[in-house]
C-alpha cells in the first residue's frame, strides 16, 4: 500500500494539521496503543491514543464536540469532547504498515470500552472507520448514525453488501 494521505485535524483548534503516517510513529511509547485485539477481540492494529493527536492541535476552550468524518462512506459521528478525551484510540498500523482499508484504514477512531450500539453518545457505532478529517466544534457537529434498529440493520447491510 502507498504512503496514505495524511489525516486532517482542524475547527476550533489553535493548531490545524495534516498527520502522516510517520508523524504517529513519531508520537513516544507512553502514548502508544499497541495490538488492539487486546481489547477490541475482532479489532486489529496498532494506534496512538487520542489525546497525543490532541495535544498536538490545541483544542480552543471554548471547542465542546470532535466529529470523526469518513468521507469515503459519507459517515459521521459527533461526540462529546470532555467524554471522548481519555477513550478514544486511533489505530493506523498492522503489521508496520498502513492499515489497510478493508480493516477500516488508513485511520480507525476505536472507544477503548464503548457502549451498545445506539445507547449512548461513546457507542460502538462511533468506531469511525476510514477517517479522514477530525473536526472539533463549539457545539454538536454533523452525526450520521443509525438511532433505531432498523436502520442499524440497514447500515451494516450495506457494509456487508
Ligand atoms: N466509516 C464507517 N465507520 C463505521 C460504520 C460505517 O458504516 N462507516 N459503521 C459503524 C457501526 S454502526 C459499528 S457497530 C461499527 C462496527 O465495527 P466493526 O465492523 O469493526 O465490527 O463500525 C462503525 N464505524
Ligand atoms: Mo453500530
Known sequence: MPTPPPLRIDGAVQNALEISFDDLEAIPQPERID?????????????????????????????????????????????????????GVLVYKLGGKPLESADGG???????????CHTAELDDCANVKYVSRIELSVGKGLDTRPSTDDEHAELHAKENG
Not at 494506534?47 to 469515503?72: D, F, I, M, N, W
Not at 488508513?106 to 451498545?116: V, W
Open 106 to 116: 488508513p485511520y480507525r477512531f476505536l472507544i477503548r470500552d464503548p457502549a451498545a
Open 35 to 87: 495490538d488492539v485485539s487486546r481489547f477490541h477481540p475482532k479489532r486489529k492494529g496498532d494506534g496512538v491514543t487520542l489525546e497525543s493527536v490532541l495535544r498536538q492541535v490545541r483544542p480552543l476552550p471554548e471547542a465542546t464536540y470532535l466529529t470523526l468524518h469518513a468521507e469515503k462512506d459519507d459517515f459521521h459521528v459527533s461526540v462529546p469532547l470532555l467524554a471522548v478525551r481519555g477513550e
